[in-house]
């Protein structure tokens, strides 16, 4: 053999070697591209997707479907073609791991974190319905987490409400705490908490601070919640992660409580985060979320008014209706649903 024959097969094997580092070697990114909807009025298996109990509920018309991401996984691996072909392809996107991933973070930790925030969205969504459709609603103290091993250790359980403590009302999350600092170490303190639709009373025995001695807890922490007689369920049928179905998700249960069909049989999809209080916040993955949406045969999409300088030149068939509240979002669809509506709802600059 040659030295120029030895020289190409040499070559030959060093390319072929780069070629496979190139599919096998991760890279630090990960993709984004549309992942598919869900209709929120629709079901999953023989069960709604959303399921409303304790107040009249009315016929809905229509689909409206939330948006998903597809993003490779926390401990999945990218390589660097397919960073680029995803960097390349309409209604996708690559970005540093890091900026989606916290490093150190399992794959286990990034996932209970993406379900406490899909369950946050749709506490907070079922707050958010309510008090657009009229619905009494009434802020209360919540217990929000428990110390393992305190006093309040199995007593008392994160979502519990708390009425009254030794008998006083507590309406709000400071009036809570000023009866508890009354007790000494060592004393016996009741709650009377409105847990699952029950009322349930705990006595348990106060412990001393780890940080401030002779100062008397009972290992918890305090947020505001949301009591209401309604009680509304959601199964997706999948599981799915994040907070940015709220918005679709309260539209969703506005529909079905309120008369007269809100979509009018068309078919909307959207995004966005929402609050109790009906705001609709930014999320990301818009473009990839509108793709999704597009597959999916929608014809309007919903999206925060904060995301509109994330479209760019964005191109879509759909009409792409901004919102900020979710009576944005309500007055948005009942205008589409006027003669002469489409083209007077609020679209992004």
């Known amino acids: 053999m040659t030295r120029q024959t030895w020289t190409a097969f040499a070559s030959a094997i060093v390319f072929v070697g780069l070629a496979i580092l190139l599919v096998v070697v991760p890279v630090p990114f990960v993709t984004w591209g549309p992942g598919g909807a869900r209709n929120t009025l629709g079901q999953a298996g023989n069960e709604p997707i959303i399921k409303v109990r304790g107040i009249q509920t009315y016929p809905t018309t229509g689909e409206l479907d939330m948006t998903i991401v597809a993003t490779t ?100 999350v400071e009036s809570v705490g000023r009866q508890i600092q009354q007790h000494q170490v060592g004393d016996r303190v009741t709650f009377l908490v409105w847990r699952k639709h029950v009322k349930t009373e705990v006595t348990l025995t106060t412990a001393q601070s780890s940080t401030q001695p002779g100062v008397a807890i009972v290992g918890i922490t305090l947020s505001t919640g ?42 909307v999809a959207g995004t966005g985060t929402i609050t109790p209080n009906g705001d609709v916040g930014a999320i990301g993955g818009i473009q990839e979320k509108i793709g999704s949406a597009e597959k999916q045969g929608a014809t309007a999409f919903l999206l925060p008014a904060a995301n509109c300088a994330d479209l760019a030149d ?13 009576r944005d979002a309500v007055s948005a669809l009942q205008t589409l649903d006027t003669p002469g509506g489409a083209g007077r709802e609020p679209a992004c600059p």
């Open 73 to 172: 996984a926390a401990d999945g691996r990218l390589s660097l073609p397919g960073a680029l072909v995803n960097y390349w392809l309409p209604h996708h996107d690559t970005l540093p791991r890091d900026s989606i991933y916290a490093p150190g973070k399992s794959a286990a930790q990034v996932e209970a974190e993406d379900a406490d925030q899909m369950e946050t969205a749709q506490d907070d969504a079922v707050v958010a319905a309510l008090r657009a459709a009229g619905q009494p609603v009434t802020e209360m103290p919540v217990v929000f987490s428990v110390t393992v091993g305190g006093p309040a250790h199995r007593l008392l359980v994160p979502g519990d409400l708390v009425i009254s403590v030794d008998g006083v009302l507590t309406p709000d």
């Open 226 to 267: 949301y009591r209401y007689d309604p009680q509304i369920s959601f199964d997706l049928g999948q599981r799915i992660g994040g907070p940015s179905a709220g918005l679709v998700f309260a539209l969703a249960i506005y529909d079905k409580i309120t008369a007269g069909p809100l979509l009018a049989g068309r078919h």
């Open 314 to 326: 964005l191109k879509s068939a759909m009409t792409l209706i901004k919102v900020a509240t979710l």
